[in-house]
């Protein structure tokens, strides 16, 4: 079975900390992406990645950054954790193709104090 | 302006019966339309995936049909059940190879007994 695992599934973090979300896959799927998922707000892009030490900006990517220095592993940073980024992560992952075998993570819910 | 719309916003209904969730979407150039299920505190789950040429797809008690023309998708459920009790988001691919996801906001549904 096809797995997007996020190493946590709840963080609480204090503001001004420097935050990892981690996310691996075992699909040696091309494409990674960071979402953060918002009560009304639906699903938004973060940054997402297509291959290895490769990065693009999606649509909210700031006070974010990410890193991806293996195809299997990419990671969201909070470079200074604030109160507005509480919410959900999530990471997905698919081939270079992205019509088909998109597959998320079950979800980081992140919560800054 | 790329766009997903989903009605209604939260649906309740009794365990046994059925219910029609609709997805509308202004995307061009279309790819292809999903439906996922998200049970809170979890990543979304695909249940269908259909192109442009299919206009009906079944995956167990979940029915989704496309209308390419009319651009409207629905996802039937049939003989509710509890365990249908979540979020169920429309996601449409835009792009040739599906480059770009646009997501809706989601239904949320509740099955009580």
């Known amino acids: 079975d096809v797995k997007v695992t996020q190493s946590s599934r709840y963080l609480v973090k204090r503001t001004g900390e420097k935050v990892f979300l981690e996310c691996v896959q075992d699909m040696d799927h091309e494409n990674m992406f960071w979402y953060r998922q918002d009560p009304g707000l639906g699903l938004r892009l973060i940054y997402f990645?297509?291959?290895?030490?490769?990065?693009e900006k999606g649509d909210i990517p700031e006070g974010y950054s990410v890193s991806r220095e293996k195809k299997e592993r990419f990671s969201l940073i909070l470079e200074s954790a604030s109160t507005n980024q509480t919410s959900m992560y999530l990471c997905a992952s698919s081939p270079r193709d992205r019509g088909h075998g998109y597959t998320f993570g079950s979800g980081t819910r992140l919560t800054v104090v | 302006k790329n766009q997903v719309e989903q009605s209604p916003q939260s649906l309740i209904i009794l365990e046994g019966k059925n219910c029609t969730l609709q997805c509308n979407y202004t995307v061009s150039p279309f790819s292809n339309l999903r439906w996922y299920k998200q049970d809170t505190g979890r990543g979304p789950v695909s249940l269908t995936i259909?192109?442009?040429?299919?206009n009906t797809k079944s995956n167990g008690r979940y029915t989704a049909t496309l209308d390419a023309d009319t651009k409207q998708s629905s996802l039937h459920i049939t003989a509710s059940q509890l365990s249908d009790s979540a979020s169920y988001i429309c996601v449409v691919s835009a792009g040739q190879a599906g480059t770009a996801l646009i997501f809706g906001k989601g239904t949320t549904l509740s099955v009580s007994s």
């Open positions: 990645s297509y291959d290895v030490k490769m990065k």
């Open positions: 259909m192109t442009f040429s299919e």
